[in-house]
Each structure stands twice: as structure tokens, then as C-alpha cells.
């Protein structure tokens, strides 16, 4: 039987008390600087809580206050709205607002934004739930291989000396003795190399692309239930080892267990009360009427958008959204054009307003070994995989910002993006030779950061191309 969810989400205890300072001091664990920015999310997150801890009839009046970022790109605008989505455990969609295009041009509908958060939702709820019954599924699994490697045996003669019932009764314990010394066996890997016979679910479906008054939209379509029998239905068996079946039937199990129904209806709720969608690059589609060209169609984005934002109620294979509650954070670098070219009634649904600054070298060096996925620290695990300690000194961190600074006031400003660059070209004989010498301890110091990189930094043109 399926296990019924509630239809509404659950609301994060954890995230209750937290309070807007605590949160922006979550968010330092893994952006550096930009404590701006992390007030007004912070702010904004702690407002969700405070709504929802009102009547309905008093926060259904209280809309999300948006904010709209404005910084160059590598600066952490991304980063600070993902993290914040993970914080609060909120379903969180980047997409870039290049890519849509007003009615009658090629490009995505603007509602698809909505709907691949709600996909987005819908996959968060169904692996929050199927953690929570995956121990009942790995227990009901682990009776259907017991049965695959124990078929039942077929009755003997009853012994003359035995009555039936005393017969039943020692068959009945001789199987379970042995059925019990088979579980052990299966869970101490002893029959990890026998095969069994199950089976699996197709799983092929067709693909398929509708045209709609409103463009090209790719559409999931439940071919399931148009055609019955035809998709969806289809099994073969196939011969797999023990720990290949153990895989397909806990999917199996765990769809079977997990109401396919009511993951949509608390997904869909979640979405409409706690989603963040992100717009990045929104300063790409500002302009005004009276342009040519390419141009012509940036007000018809920007138009389109708004609905969106305004709120309005999206159609999805999940149900109806309504988008009322969405935290939107919209980020552009603002270089060419200004947040004053947006249509008016754009930028007056995005009323909170916060410049990032742009990064220093002591704000690279931070980066480099301050948050909690540090470059260096990912550079280090990864070549420890190979036996290879690898450590950095103060003045070759120091270094590499300087160089990913020069860099970047030279050609094109990409923030900390510029930094894994860098490291690539400083680890670059490390990283090729991984294992070869075998285990061993690497210092990298200032002379050796200069040595692969000073001569790239002086060549403009070269550095151009490379860093």
C-alpha cells in the first residue's frame, strides 16, 4: 500500500530559530564578503517564516519582498541564492533570462521556469520521502531475494512414525533455520557473486515535442496514461547478481511505497510557500522600446516576466501553481544598460535593491581557503585520492590572488571565477603526473606560483587566451 504524505510541507524547526544575524552568519561559512546582499536575503528568508506563522487571512495579503542584485559576475550573486535555498531546504531554480524571448520569437515560454521549479520540488519531496521508508523498502527487499535464493520445497512423504502436524512443524522449522542462515550469508556479502532472476520495468518511453501558440515547449506527457498497456507496463526478466537486484528492487519497492500523488500535491505546496527562483543575467534583456535588431524583443521579455512575478497561476503535469508567495532574486552585472532601463512596472516588483562590490585581493585570498569548499581544499582531496599531500604556503595563496587580480584588471573582470583557472595552471604537471611517482608530500610555494605564472601574466595577449 502506498504510505500517505501529508499535503502540505513540513516546516523546518531548525530554520524557525534561526534568526536573520544567525543566517547571514550560515551564509559566511561559504561566500565571502557581500554582507549586503546576505541582509536583505536573510531578511527576506526570515519574513517567509514570519508569514507563515500568521492567520491565513493575514499573510495571504503578504507578498515575498524581491531583490534585485546588481554586481559583476563572479562576485557570489549565484552563490548566495543557492545556499540560502539549501539553508531553508526551499525548492531553487537558476535560469538565465537570455534565454526566453517574448510570444512569436524563438526561444522558451517564460512559464517553463515555473514549471521546472515545481520538477525541481517534486524531486526534492520524493527523495526526502524515500528516505524516510527506505529501511521498510530494504527489509521487503531483502524477503524477495531471500525467496528468489529459498523456493519453497515441495512436500515429502509423511513418515509413518510421524503425525502430519509433527511433520509440518519440523519442515516449517528446517526452512526457517535455513532461511535465517541465508539472511545472515546476504548480509555479510557471502552471495554477493549468485545471480538471481527478476523482473525489471522498462523503462523507454517516447519522447515527444508539442507546438504550442507559444513556441516550442518540451512537454512531458503521460503516456502512461494514454496508452495503457503499451508503456509503462512492459517487464522482462532479466539475470542479475545479487547486488544489481538489490538496486532495481529497492527502486521498485520505494516507488511502490511512496504515493506518486501526494509527492506532487506537497511539492506543488512547497513551491507556491517557499520557492526561490533565481534570474540571473536580467540586465541582458533591459531595454526600452525603440530599439532595433536583436534588441526588439527585450521589452516583450521583460513584459512577460512580469505576470510571472506579479502573480499569476501556471499550468503544470503537477497541477496549477500559483506563483503569489515565489521568492524572486533577480542578479545582473548592470554594465552596459542600468536597473533603470526595466520597464517600471518590473522594477517595482523588485523593491529591494543591493549592490555587490567588487572582489579585492584580500577577498580572494579568503576564498581561496575560508568557506567550507574552499578551491584549495577540493584541489587537495582530489589529489589525495592518489597518495599525494599536497600544501600550500601563506605567500603562494597570496600569490595566486595577486595573479587572478592583475588578470582580471587587465583583461575581463570574472571575480573569483578567475581563481580555478589559476589553480589549474599552477597544479597543471601535478594533476597530469597523478599517480606515477607514487605517494608523497608536495609544497607549493610563492617561487613556484611565479614560476607558472609570471610569464603568462606579462604576455597580455597570451593571458587573454589562457587566464
Not at 504510505?3 to 561566500?31: G, K, M, N, T, Y
Not at 517564516?49 to 519582498?65: D, N
Not at 507559444?214 to 507496463?233: H, R, S, T, W
Not at 536580467?282 to 513584459?303: F, L, T
Amino acid at each position: 500500500m502506498p504510505i500517505q504524505l501529508p499535503a502540505s510541507s513540513e516546516e523546518l524547526a531548525s530554520l524557525d530559530r534561526l534568526s536573520p544575524r544567525e543566517i547571514v552568519a550560515e551564509l559566511d561559512r561559504h561566500v565571502v564578503g557581500q554582507a549586503a546582499a546576505k541582509k536583505a536575503v536573510a531578511i527576506a528568508l526570515r519574513n517567509r517564516i514570519r508569514r507563515q506563522r500568521l492567520s491565513p487571512e493575514v499573510s495571504a495579503e503578504i507578498t515575498p519582498k524581491n531583490i534585485l542584485m546588481i554586481g559583476p559576475t563572479g562576485v557570489g550573486k549565484t552563490e548566495i541564492a543557492r545556499r540560502l535555498a539549501r539553508l531553508s531546504s526551499s525548492p531553487f531554480l537558476k535560469v538565465e533570462a537570455s534565454k526566453f524571448t517574448e510570444v512569436g520569437y524563438v526561444g522558451r515560454d517564460v512559464e517553463s521556469m515555473i514549471r521546472d521549479l515545481t520538477e525541481s520540488a517534486v524531486d526534492m519531496v520524493r527523495r526526502e520521502k524515500q528516505a524516510e521508508v527506505h529501511r521498510q523498502a530494504e527489509a521487503n527487499v531483502e524477503e524477495q531475494l531471500l525467496d528468489l535464493l529459498l523456493p519453497p520445497t515441495p512436500a515429502r512423504p509423511s513418515s509413518t512414525l510421524d503425525s502430519p502436524a509433527d511433520e509440518a512443524a519440523r519442515a516449517a522449522e528446517q526452512s526457517r533455520s535455513t532461511r535465517e542462515k541465508l539472511r545472515g550469508q546476504l548480509r555479510s556479502g557471502a552471495l554477493d557473486a549468485r545471480s538471481v532472476e527478476i523482473e525489471v520495468r522498462e523503462k523507454s518511453f517516447p519522447g515527444f515535442q508539442i507546438l504550442s501558440s507559444q513556441g516550442v515547449e518540451e512537454m512531458d506527457i503521460n503516456v502512461k496514461d494514454m496508452l495503457p498497456g503499451l508503456f509503462g507496463n512492459k517487464t522482462k526478466r532479466r539475470r542479475l547478481t545479487i547486488p544489481e537486484a538489490r538496486a532495481a528492487l529497492v527502486q521498485e519497492e520505494l516507488s511502490r511505497l511512496v504515493d506518486a500523488e501526494q509527492v506532487a500535491r506537497a511539492a506543488v505546496e512547497r513551491v507556491q510557500s517557499s520557492g526561490i527562483l533565481f534570474i540571473d543575467e536580467i540586465d541582458k534583456i533591459a531595454g526600452r522600446e525603440g530599439s532595433h535588431g536583436p534588441d526588439v524583443s527585450r521589452e516583450g521579455v521583460q513584459r512577460d516576466i512580469l505576470p510571472i512575478v506579479e502573480g499569476t497561476t501556471v499550468s503544470t503535469k503537477y497541477g496549477p501553481v500559483r506563483t503569489d508567495h515565489i521568492l524572486f532574486i533577480a542578479a545582473g552585472a548592470f554594465h552596459v544598460s542600468k536597473p533603470a532601463d526595466l520597464i517600471p512596472e518590473l522594477q517595482g516588483r523588485f523593491p529591494i535593491r543591493v549592490e555587490l562590490e567588487a572582489l579585492t585581493e584580500q577577498d580572494l585570498v579568503r576564498i581561496l581557503t575560508e568557506p567550507r569548499s574552499a578551491l584549495l581544499g577540493q584541489y587537495q582531496a582530489l589529489l589525495s585520492t592518489e597518495g599525494l599531500a599536497l600544501t600550500f604556503t601563506e605567500e603562494a595563496v597570496r600569490e595566486m590572488a595577486r595573479f587572478a587580480m592583475e588578470v582580471n584588471e587587465a583583461t575581463e573582470n570574472i571575480g573569483a571565477r578567475r581563481l580555478a583557472t589559476i589553480l589549474e595552471t599552477v597544479l597543471e604537471d601535478l594533476s597530469f603526473e597523478g599517480p606515477e611517482k607514487g605517494e608523497r608530500t608536495v609544497r607549493i610555494d610563492g617561487d613556484e606560483v611565479r614560476r607558472r605564472l609570471a610569464a603568462l601574466v606579462r604576455d597580455q595577449d597570451l593571458s587573454r587566451f589562457i587566464l
